[in-house]
């Protein structure tokens, strides 16, 4: 399943209340801040130069996306990030998510179809991932949810250094061989 997480309200263009960054300025700032951290070409000009009013119809486009299968979905969501990110292109455009969706290979009638038809479901869809974003006290991305099989989580939040996943990842695994040879013993 590909995960949403709206960042600006769908009706109001603000951010959620618990957002950390709130005006245009601040994103391209966050933006740059970034690219310098990764090393990844970033071009923050989208928000001073067309600032998206909201990041639902973007959300229920990758979940539109995901009705194709999530190989067409993946591929959707990096040609997004990459028109958004890169090229200053403006992820709450209707015409935007139409041409990425060409791109990326789906069927265009279908995808139309979905956000104009289903659009109820997508929204649907996209209300119930970020319930579950907000029940794993995930309030920002990039994020990161592990799970092992016995239930233990963790939530590693924000860019970080490939050891940090691993270390956790390790953890997770050590806890649940743990508790299986526990529940052996008994």
Known sequence: TCRT???LDRLNSIPDHEARVYTPEEMAGQWREISAITGVAIDPGL???DPPQSTWPA?????AAERQGLTLCAQ???????NIMQKRRNGSRREVLAEVAHEAGLDIDRFQHDLTYNRDDLEQ???DDKRHAEANCVDRTPALLIKN????????V???DYSLFRQAAQTLLAEQREREERLARL
Do not use: Q
């Open 125 to 127: 869809e996209v209300a």
């Open 76 to 82: 959707f969501l990096k040609i997004l990030r990459a």
């Open 59 to 63: 959300c229920l486009a990758v979940k």
């Open 47 to 49: 928000w001073t130069d």
């Open 5 to 7: 997480l709206p960042i």
């Open 149 to 156: 099989d016995t239930g233990d989580k963790t939530l590693i």
């Open 158 to 160: 924000g860019l970080r």
